[in-house]
């Protein structure tokens, strides 16, 4: 093997490197945000098409401060649940019309445009209800479900409180 192909092995070699940290942190970022869930049924990883499409109609949808958070003032409608549990979410979303079996999309706060390395996924709305508590949980991060029909937003950012904006 000469000189040439031997950097270009290296080259080769490196690069499945890269791929492969790359890919072992999405996987280890995904479990972290699908920890709260107690199966995982039904809960799709978006590819990064889908990704591009949903980030795209969600930044044109809700507004957003300075590339960090949502601007939920600017809103039509904003109520904030506190002692969070399923049923008085259930209940609440069905109240306003918001409870379908459509697809939402849940996503950390550090996805935030102009960031996008971290994963976003999918699944039915009543999976995130079921979940709920354990989304809001104490020690879980800064996230949000995003559905886009009906358009309207969940916000997890403090313990045992949720905020839900349309």
Same mark, same amino acid.
């Given at each position: ?10 080259? &080769? /070699?490196?690069? !499945?490197?890269?791929?492969? *940290?790359?890919?072992?942190? @999405?996987?280890? $970022? ?61 209940? &609440? /979303?069905?109240? !306003?019309?918001?409870?379908? *079996?459509?697809?939402?999309? @849940?996503?950390? $706060? ?57």
């Amino acid at each position: 093997m000469d000189t040439n192909d031997r950097k270009i092995r290296l080259e &080769f /070699l490196l690069q !499945k490197q890269k791929e492969k *940290e790359k890919n072992d942190e @999405l996987q280890m $970022q995904l479990a972290w945000m699908l920890e709260p869930f107690s199966t995982k049924e039904s809960i799709n990883l978006l590819d990064v098409e889908e990704k591009k499409k949903m980030k795209t109609e969600f930044i044109s949808n809700i507004p957003i401060i300075e590339w960090v958070s949502l601007d939920l003032e600017k809103m039509y409608n904003k109520f904030v649940i506190h002692n969070v549990n399923s049923d008085k979410v259930a209940s &609440f /979303l069905n109240d !306003k019309e918001l409870y379908t *079996e459509n697809l939402v999309y @849940l996503f950390l $706060q550090d996805d935030l445009p102009p960031f996008s390395t971290l994963p976003w996924v999918k699944m039915p709305l009543s999976k995130v209800i079921e979940n709920i508590i354990h989304l809001a949980a104490e020690d879980s991060y800064q996230q949000y479900v995003f559905c886009p029909s009906p358009k309207f937003v969940i916000e997890f950012v403090e313990p045992d409180l949720i905020t839900i904006a349309w």
